[in-house]
């Protein structure tokens, strides 16, 4: 609306602006000749110097007496004859299909033969057609489009993360009223049947549906700390060593293989990135059939972690999808009941904080997470180290971590492996 409102304006101030120019120059022109005309002074033909082309002079019966040359044999310009009293007056006539002329028309004087001056002409071309509302149309699209554009994609991104909590809170809202219903529901039959409801399947009931609840409501605050809060100041972290000390605080379950190259140390929060890796080593294991294989290493100046599993794996459409909040395939509602599907959202949102990268990439076998975080300064030296559970440096090719150590056992390392003594 303000375009067209702007393009009206805009075209009536140019029709003025042309129209009143060519009527002064008319008039300037009659003037002139008039004066002459007064005096006996008017030459054959009438010279023109300006843009004003057609002169003439016209007696009380309509003949024309002189003219320019452009005007010579044309009928009288007009049928005009200003009174005594207003002795200039402007015109645009319009003859059959010709181009309309524009005319000052000028009395000679006050007598009733007096001769009239017409001094005019043809119509501007911005005026006679509407090639000037096309240009202004054209100019207000041009205009449009960018604008239009600009504006869609301020205001999308002003509503875009609108839409996002929207869409969060609405998730989130289906995904606690699940455990909470099922608590409902057990508690209410406790309480309407107690004499056919066994009290301590209830229990185990309402302990699992509140330990889902709590899973959730824990990773939700996480997720607000990483948005909310300021971060706390990084510190530097030995990649290496961290992994190694996730794996060995695992339980039982699916070996994990740790194959730490070099010293790839970053800067950052140690607890953020550990859970990080604590996600990854629980995902992995979860979908794992008989081991889990994690390597660290740097690679052109970025620290990678990689957690490989032999298990069904990720389909390629289904690759970013996992990393959104409470999206849980198939295959990881029926092995984990109990997750609050908020693990890779936050594994991915603490590896953007840390300005580096969370993906899934192609493998042989199985899933392969990778992590990809800015180096926080030179590798060290050639070697594949890693830290054993108590903190003593070794360094064999790779450390195999079973599920638990035996009681009263410590881990040493062999050239073939790692032993149990």
Not at 122 to 129: C, E, G
Not at 174 to 197: F, K
Not at 228 to 249: H, K, R, Y
Request: glycine share 8%; aromatic share 4%; charged share 25%.
């Amino acid at each position: 609306m303000a375009l067209v409102v702007g393009g009206v304006a805009l075209d009536l101030a140019i029709r003025y602006r042309i129209q009143n120019e060519v009527f002064f120059a008319a008039e300037q022109a009659a003037a002139r000749w008039s004066a002459a005309a007064r005096n006996g002074a008017v030459p054959r033909p009438i010279p023109t110097l300006t843009d004003i082309t057609l002169v003439q002079l016209v007696d009380a019966r309509g003949r024309v007496v002189d003219s320019s040359r452009e005007a010579a044999g044309m009928r009288p310009l007009s049928t005009l004859r200003p009174p005594a009293d207003d002795r200039l007056q402007e015109r645009t006539e319009c003859p059959g299909q010709d181009r309309c002329v524009m005319l000052m028309a000028n009395r000679v004087s006050p007598a009733a033969d007096s001769p009239v001056v017409y001094a005019g002409t043809a119509q501007p071309s911005l005026l006679a057609t509407h090639t000037l509302e096309y240009v202004i149309a054209a100019g207000g699209v041009l205009i449009l489009v960018p604008v239009a554009w600009m504006t869609w994609w301020a205001v999308g991104r002003t509503l875009r993360p609108v839409e996002r909590e929207r869409q969060f809170a609405s998730t989130t809202s289906h995904e606690l009223r699940t455990p909470i219903a099922g608590l409902r529901a057990r508690l209410e039959e406790a309480l309407l049947y107690p004499d056919d409801v066994d009290p301590r399947d209830t229990i185990q009931g309402a302990l699992r549906a509140t330990g889902r609840l709590e899973a959730i409501v824990d990773d939700l605050l996480l997720l607000t700390r990483l948005r909310g809060a300021d971060a706390a100041p990084p510190e530097l972290v030995e990649l290496g060593a961290l992994v190694t000390e996730e794996v060995s605080a695992l339980g039982s379950g699916v070996p994990v293989r740790v194959r730490a190259v070099g010293d790839v140390r970053v800067r950052g929060s140690r607890i953020q990135l550990a859970r990080v890796v604590g996600n990854l080593l629980s995902n992995a294991r979860r979908h794992a059939v008989s081991a889990v294989t994690v390597s660290v290493e740097s690679v052109d100046g970025q620290a990678l972690v990689a957690v490989t599993d032999d298990g069904a794996g990720v389909p390629p459409a289904d690759r970013e999808r996992v990393f959104e909040r409470f999206v849980r395939l198939d295959e990881a509602r029926r092995r984990d009941t109990g997750g609050s599907g908020l693990g890779l959202a936050i594994s991915r949102d603490i590896a953007r904080a840390h300005k580096g990268t969370l993906r899934i990439e192609d493998s042989p076998v199985g899933a392969r997470f990778v992590l990809m975080l800015p180096l926080a300064g030179t590798a060290g030296a050639a070697g594949e180290w890693t830290v054993a559970p108590r903190g003593t440096a070794v360094k064999p090719r790779w450390n195999i971590w079973p599920a638990r150590r035996p009681p009263g056992r410590s881990m040493s390392a062999t050239a073939s492996g790692d032993a149990w003594e």
